[in-house]
């Protein structure tokens, strides 16, 4: 597999979807294992970008509260391990520049993520984006429709409403197979193309295809990975976000791991 520096701009880009191989539960362990060893390698620089992740998060939730938008914080929730890709951008580059035996320090790694405005990456921002939007949609729509009757002022008003009532389990039975349908469809268009961007001079939607082929190729692996992914950052949340100062670095290094395995 070419990896290359991500800071050139004017290489040709490649005539057709690369070739993906068969990935394997193997695959998944061997990737873990060599995540965890990047994270050891770089533990502040990788620690600093899930302590963004996770300040951001709390951000979110208490913007969400003083907004009076208590009724946000559950798809925001949910949706939050969804942008993650983007935040592990930079582990994506200091995973490579590891492999490679690169010198760097903060500054090669912050201009990289800064040039990739430049890039196609920007594009996957815009897909991501739309995706959640439809998301939040759906989920007010639903809101609306069969909790319509009922009232909540607070946060714990909301998760009463929601959790012990008949109307709540139909609201929430909607909403997770709308939300697995869209979380599928999301991880499945950047699981691979996000560390893909980084590494090639690639168009978006060859990219997305390519991540779409991997999935494909190996469902059952590729959607435990998904499950992998989404419940350790949901239980990373759980202390309040600072869970996710350890597990998203790792989780962005395997990743990265990951698409060298599923990649040509």
């Known amino acids: 597999m070419t990896s290359k520096n991500t800071s050139s701009e004017n290489q040709t880009p490649p005539q057709g979807l690369p070739k993906v191989n068969q990935v394997t539960a193997d695959d998944i362990r061997a990737s873990l294992k060599a995540g965890f060893s990047d994270f050891l390698a770089r533990p502040v620089m990788s620690g600093f970008f899930g302590l963004f992740y996770a300040v951001f998060g709390i951000l979110l939730i208490l913007c969400l509260v003083w907004l009076s938008k208590i009724w946000m914080i559950i798809p925001a929730l949910v949706a939050f391990p969804l942008v993650a890709p983007f935040a592990a951008a930079g582990l994506y580059e200091i995973s490579r520049r590891l492999q490679t035996g690169e010198s760097f320090g903060w500054h090669e790694i912050l201009t990289v993520m800064v040039n990739q405005r430049k890039r196609e990456m920007g594009w996957m921002a815009f897909v991501t ?77 060859s990219a997305m295809l390519t991540s779409i082929a991997v999935v494909k190729k190996s469902p059952v692996v590729m959607l435990a990975w998904a499950a992998i992914i989404s419940i350790t950052m949901l239980l990373s949340m759980a202390p309040a976000f600072m869970g996710l100062i350890l597990t998203l670095p790792i989780l962005g290094h395997t990743t990265w791991h990951l698409y060298q395995r599923a990649v040509e």
């Open 129 to 205: 984006l739309f995706i959640l939007w439809v998301w939040f949609y759906q989920f007010r729509t639903v809101l609306v429709i069969v909790l319509m009757d009922s009232s909540f002022s607070d946060f714990e008003g909301f998760l009463n409403v929601v959790f012990f009532t008949a109307e709540g389990w139909t609201f929430l039975a909607i909403g997770t197979c709308v939300g697995a349908l869209l979380s599928a469809v999301l991880f499945s268009v950047t699981v691979i193309a996000m560390p893909m961007l980084l590494d090639r001079e690639m168009d978006f939607v």
